[in-house]
């Protein structure tokens, strides 16, 4: 036990002391070349070509492509089937008084839309699109769809192995499942892994990604920002640091507030966009559903378009990757497979719609053309300002509008995701440590104000994506509880039992 307390405190002052070097070589390049070398190592250790031939298929991507196919067959596409019973339910309609848990199903859900509606939506969709063409945005949508059901079966587990403290603090999500749910050696090592690659990808892609992809935007309106960087990344630290240091129920508050209006605004001016350029819907259309399985580039570019779009589709709305788990572990209900059903709208709202509004931005303005006007934006993959540029080219101060949506959706996406790192970091050393892991959190912020957008995109990349590998292990051997689950569930809500309970409670 003593030398566990060691080695515990000398991770955690190697990890204190890590922003502060990082910082120190941020402005004069060096953290680039360190992101550099360590992308190279995490990619051939964990993003291996599967496909055989020319074509690249990254084993990581394929293992959510197969995971997904696998959850929607064997839950009998819950994802069609459960859509107006999760409506209900988000409203409020079988919520009672007595139920155990620390926010409401609409905050958790909200909460983790605060995650997952974020930068990936406007700055990974115009990405995606740069590297695989219009296509990449069918294989996004039907990313999402897919997606929905890994979501639901990560959500109902969270709610079925989550761990009420004396405290009164929820401790749930992949770890919980994988440790307790497979037990012994190797689901403790399993959820080991997972807590530490949370870690790591809430720095990067719930945290530096997020605060460089906000930074590209804003300083093509605020030229004060272009040259002090750092200066935008304090601001950003702060407004950040002021709500997580209050825990889930602040960020929950913060978060049922922010999202609504955020995810209205954006799609407000999206939708603006489009019906101006109405015309030429049609054929974006097409030009979409016919690059998706174009062959003009070979079984490469086809390949490359399929990958692009789930790469995406799991970086927007993280399903299968574990992450929104520990969010809706919090929620107030006595059946796990009811909050598993609430977490469908989650990629649905995230990928099937908002990122499909942004696609069709991007092609119907055309700024995603590597030769074009935007060249330079594409090559350095700054999403959001390239989104920002399709904005710009219907009306002149739309940017200013994005600049105020990419900024709220940086915020709300960095919020969630310390939730999560935290919850992780407390999992690994104890809650007596989790401030330091805020503070650790908050510090990035600044980190990842002078960093590239480039390095920091496939540092994010590698890890959000890797919390699969892990998680979908347990999602594979616990789908037979969850099956289970799901079938009880629907016996009483078919015979009216679910129903007749809130009646009581009401009467």
């Known amino acids: 036990m003593k030398h566990l307390q060691i080695t515990r405190f000398a991770l955690l002052l190697i990890l204190s002391l890590l922003p502060v070097v990082v910082f120190a070589a941020g402005e004069n390049g060096q953290v680039d070349a360190w992101f550099t070398a360590l992308n190279s190592y995490l990619a051939t250790v964990l993003f291996f ?7 690249e298929m990254p084993m990581i991507v394929a293992w959510l492509i197969v995971g997904a196919v696998f959850l929607t067959l064997r839950m009998g596409f ?28 609409f905050q958790a859900l909200t909460t983790a839309l605060s995650a997952t509606v974020g930068l990936g939506n406007i700055a990974g969709v115009a990405i995606a699109i740069s590297i695989g063409g219009p296509g990449a945005t069918f294989w996004m949508i039907i990313a999402g769809f897919l997606g929905m059901t890994p979501k639901f079966t990560e959500v109902t587990l969270a709610q079925m192995y989550r761990e009420v403290r004396s405290d009164g603090h929820i401790m ?20 080991a892994l997972f807590a530490i690659l949370t870690i790591g990808a809430s720095l990067g892609g719930g945290n530096a990604f997020q605060v460089g992809q906000a930074l590209g935007a804003v300083k093509e309106q605020v030229g004060f920002f272009a040259d002090n960087n750092w200066a935008f990344g304090v601001i ?32 407000l ?14 054929d974006a259309l097409i030009l979409i559903v016919k690059s998706a399985f174009s062959m003009e580039a070979g079984i490469g570019g086809l390949i490359g378009a399929v990958v692009q779009g789930f790469k995406r589709a799991a970086f927007s709305s993280e399903a299968g990757i574990g992450s929104a788990a520990i969010a809706h572990s919090a929620a107030r209900t006595p059946y796990p497979v009811r909050q598993g059903i609430v977490a469908l709208y989650e990629p649905f709202i995230d990928t099937v719609v908002i ?3 942004t696609a069709l931005v991007i092609v119907i303005t055309g700024v995603y053309d590597a030769n074009g006007e935007f ?26 509008l994005l600049s105020i949506s990419v900024v709220l959706f940086a915020y709300s996406t960095m919020i969630s995701w310390s939730y999560y790192g935290e919850r992780c970091w407390t999992y690994l050393f104890g809650e007596s440590y989790s401030m330091v892991y805020r ?4 510090v990035f912020i600044v980190v990842g104000s002078v960093t590239s957008a480039a390095s920091i995109l496939d540092f994010s990349d590698l890890l959000l994506l890797s919390m699969a590998f892990p998680n979908f292990i347990g999602l594979y051997l616990l789908s037979g509880k969850v099956k289970v689950a799901l079938t009880e569930y629907l016996e009483k809500l078919n015979s009216g039992e679910l129903d007749r309970e809130v009646g009581r409670q009401e009467h």
């Open 49 to 55: 070509d599967v496909m055989p031939g020319e074509a």
């Open 78 to 105: 819950v994802n069609l089937r459960l859509m107006k019973h999760a409506w209900y339910v988000i409203r409020g309609r079988y919520s009672k008084a007595d139920d155990s848990g620390e926010v409401s199903h």
């Open 172 to 191: 749930g999500g992949a770890m919980e499942y994988l440790s307790r749910g497979i037990g012994g050696g190797i689901g403790q090592g399993l959820a």
């Open 236 to 267: 950003m630290a702060f407004a950040v640091g002021v709500v997580i240091i209050g825990g889930i129920k602040r960020i929950a508050h913060t978060a049922e507030k922010i999202v609504p209006v955020m995810v209205f605004i954006y799609l």
């Open 269 to 282: 001016a999206a939708s603006w966009i489009i019906l101006y350029n109405l015309p030429m819907l049609p």
């Open 355 to 357: 990122c499909t509004m």
């Open 375 to 400: 060249a330079t934006l594409v090559a350095s993959r700054e999403g959001a300002a390239l989104t920002s540029a399709a904005f710009g080219t219907v009306i002149s101060w739309f940017p200013v």
């Open 439 to 442: 503070i650790l959190f908050v």
